[in-house]
């Protein structure tokens, strides 16, 4: 079974430019998300989706942060423009809906560390 | 809001301890409790995943309890080797709505 694949893996812009990460989650998996994870932080919730409707983006800075989800697959998170304080390792995860037999919970990707100058 | 919190932060260990690791949350209505490994420079691997209905989960060494009453999980990882050093990390999902993670734990076994 593939796992999550997101691209690029590294990515160095200087602030006020944008940038975009993508995600493709695992076959089936209803349930996507992206997170932000600060270096010695936990990983924060930044925005999920159940197909392609958005269940929580409480946390997503949405004057800055954007994220869609085509066809309810594949997913792409953008930043226009970047501050610096957005450097970070932004995580795609994605999981079967909770509340099907057979939940076993979020799959990681390897996240993209993005560094804004 | 869900808050979880995970002591403590660092733990260093000679190899072959058996050692606790503890995470807590403040809101008891969760749907699961899931564990996940990261290593430097790299993504989260899960580990164990507690439904709310259960009170434990094991997977070779590690095992993972939950009691929702008092808010708390802890993973107990035995007989511990230097490839188990990593950050480990706990979630609460809040029926489905949300994902709250902890700080993490970073953990070095020593050899």
């Known amino acids: 079974e593939a796992g999550v694949a997101q691209s690029p893996r590294y990515k160095i812009i200087e602030k006020r430019q944008s940038v975009a990460f993508w995600c493709n989650p695992i076959?089936?998996?209803?349930?996507l998300y992206w997170y932000q994870q600060i270096l010695g932080q936990g990983p924060k919730l930044l925005i999920q989706f159940q197909n392609n409707g958005v269940v929580d983006d409480s946390q997503l800075p949405k004057d800055r942060f954007s994220a869609e989800r085509l066809k309810g697959v594949d997913s792409t998170l953008k930043i226009q423009p970047a501050k610096l304080e957005d450097s970070a390792v932004y995580l795609c995860?994605?999981?079967?809906?909770?509340?099907?037999?057979?939940?076993?919970?979020?799959?990681f990707g390897p996240g993209t560390r993005l560094t804004v100058l | 809001k869900q808050e979880v919190t995970q002591i403590p932060a660092a733990l260093s260990v000679p190899e072959g301890e058996n050692l606790v690791l503890n995470c807590s949350f403040t809101?008891?209505?969760?749907?699961?409790l899931q564990w996940f490994r990261q290593d430097p420079g790299k993504g989260l691997t899960s580990l164990l995943l507690?439904?709310?209905?259960?009170r434990e989960q094991t997977s070779g060494r590690l095992n993972a309890s939950l009691d929702k009453s008092s808010g708390r999980s802890t993973l107990y990882i035995a007989a511990s080797q230097p490839g188990d050093s990593a950050t480990y990390l706990c979630a609460a999902d809040n029926y489905g709505q949300n994902f709250v993670f902890g700080p993490g734990t970073r953990l070095s076994v020593l050899p």
């Open positions: 507690i439904q709310s209905s259960q």
């Open positions: 809101d008891s209505a969760i749907y699961n």
């Open positions: 076959s089936g998996h209803a349930t």
């Open positions: 995860a994605s999981s079967l809906a909770p509340w099907l037999a057979g939940e076993k919970g979020q799959f």
